[in-house]
């Protein structure tokens, strides 16, 4: 597939393997990838609009600032990807569910998204945002959160054990049964400047 990408004018693909193709060269607009893997390839700054990727798997990709304007991801697991300043926000509110690990989303934005469960595994997330969204149950084992926004963010039942760097106001946001390390407490305590030993 790598040497006759362009070559290819299919708009559905199942089962294919793509590997270190730059997609930055080619629309991709109303395209559909199921059970499809891509290996080492660039979306950077691309136009993802429409497109659906269903039970896909990425792994060492760069969606670095994609448009993906009601862009489809189901059960899509990304592994050491670059997702730098991607607004999922109009991304399609039907087929939207992830499985982060080891990716830099640094300054992404997650804002009133549903992404429950979803974990962040070994992430770096520094100045995303999740205002209003509802991250119950998600895990952020071994994630730096540093200046992450949660603002009035359902963050019940998430797992924060492990993570690092995170400033979270308990009266801004949804916490019951929200899991943390006795040591991670000034995360939560940060902004009363106490001296927590």
Same mark, same amino acid.
Request: aromatic letters at 16%.
């Given at each position: ?15 294919? &393997? !793509? ?5 930055? =060269? ?9 059970? +499809?893997?891509?290996?080492? $390839? *660039? /979306?950077?700054?691309?136009? @993802?609009?429409?497109?659906? /990727?269903? #039970? +896909?798997?990425?792994?060492? +990709?760069?969606?670095?600032?994609? &448009? ?8 899509? *697991?990304?592994?050491? $990807?670059?997702? %730098? ?17 080891? $990716?830099?989303?640094?300054?992404? *934005?997650? %804002?009133?998204?549903? @992404?429950?469960?979803?974990? /962040?595994?070994? $992430?770096? %997330?520094? =100045? ?6 509802? %991250?119950?149950? +998600? ?10 926004? /949660? ?7 998430? #797992?924060?054990?492990?993570? *690092? ?14 899991? !943390? ?12 400047? @106490?001296?927590? =030993?």
């Amino acid at each position: 597939m790598k040497n006759n990408w362009d070559d290819k004018e299919e708009k559905f693909y199942e089962r294919e &393997v !793509f590997t270190a193709i730059d997609f930055t =060269e080619k629309p991709l607009k109303n395209w559909e990838f199921y059970k +499809c893997k891509f290996e080492k $390839c *660039v /979306f950077s700054n691309s136009d @993802l609009s429409n497109t659906t /990727f269903e #039970d +896909c798997t990425f792994d060492g +990709c760069d969606f670095s600032m994609a &448009v993906v304007k009601n862009t489809g991801f189901r059960n899509a *697991v990304l592994t050491e $990807c670059k997702l %730098l300043g991607v607004n999922f926000s109009p991304c399609s509110k039907l087929m939207f569910s992830f499985h982060f690990e080891k $990716c830099n989303l640094n300054y992404a *934005v997650f %804002l009133g998204r549903n @992404l429950k469960k979803t974990p /962040f595994l070994d $992430c770096t %997330l520094k =100045e995303a945002d999740f205002s209003e969204a509802d %991250l119950t149950g +998600c895990k952020f084992t071994q994630s730096d959160l540093t200046l992450t926004r /949660f603002s009035n963010t359902n963050l019940e039942q998430a #797992d924060f054990r492990g993570a *690092v760097n995170f400033s979270i106001e308990p009266e801004f946001n949804k916490m019951k049964k929200a899991k !943390f390390n006795m040591y991670q407490l000034e995360g939560l305590l940060y902004k009363y400047q @106490l001296d927590i =030993e």
